[in-house]
């Protein structure tokens, strides 16, 4: 490639010479254009094309090919990266409504559970207020009760006190041997 690329050169650098030789001799004469003239710079031209064909021909179709296929095979990846990015956006994305579901069957389920959570809270709560009203009530029962047994005990002492007194007072002595008789008289038929 090298070699042929300096051929070039050097062809080229010697039909130019030859062109301006040619040229410079010419001006001598008239500087009316000529046929010959026309055609003399139609040959060189003809001869640079076919020469540069010649030589640059088989380099020139050799790199642009490679440049097409380069292109075409950058094209084509482009293409694959680009499907490959739409089909990752579009999973990305898939993943992303599946996230957005999970949240909010998430949401839904922490809703229900404090929801059921606070029903349960609630009801406890009725349940442990019903025992504590009971349970007052049980306390109360027994608080009155022993107080209305130490009220009748009080009251029991306090009328056996004062019925003593007053017995005492009204008995005479004679009324005294007459209880204490009849009072074993029901004990010996009682024990015997």
């Known amino acids: 490639m090298k070699r042929t690329f300096l051929t070039v050169i050097m062809l080229l650098f010697v039909l130019v010479l ?3 030789a040619v040229y410079a001799a010419e001006g001598s004469a008239e500087h009316t254009p000529s046929v010959l003239g026309w055609v003399w710079k139609l040959l060189n031209f003809t001869i640079l094309v076919v020469v540069l064909v010649w030589f640059l021909g088989k380099p020139v179709k ?3 090919k490679q440049r097409t296929e380069l292109i ?3 094209i084509k ?3 694959d990266a680009k499907a490959a990015a739409e089909k990752a956006l ?3 994305e898939d993943k992303l409504k599946l996230k957005d579901q999970e949240i909010e069957r998430i949401m839904d ?3 229900k559970s404090g929801e059921s959570d606070r029903d349960a809270l609630l009801e406890e709560g009725k349940r442990m207020s019903e025992r504590i009203k009971a349970q007052a009530r049980v306390n109360i029962e027994q608080e009155l009760k022993q107080a209305k047994d130490s009220l009748k005990a009080d009251a029991a002492r306090l009328a056996i006190e004062i019925a003593g007194k007053k017995i005492k007072e009204k008995l005479t002595h004679e009324d005294q041997i007459k209880i204490l008789e ?3 008289k029901k004990i ?3 024990n015997g």
Request: overall charge negative; cysteine-free; proline content about 0%.
């Open 90 to 92: 579009k999973e990305v």
């Open 109 to 111: 389920a922490a809703k």
């Open 182 to 184: 009849e009072s074993l």
């Open 72 to 74: 075409e095979k950058s």
């Open 77 to 79: 990846e482009a293409s």
């Open 188 to 190: 010996e038929e009682h």
């Open 62 to 64: 050799s790199y642009l």
């Open 18 to 20: 030859t062109v301006t």
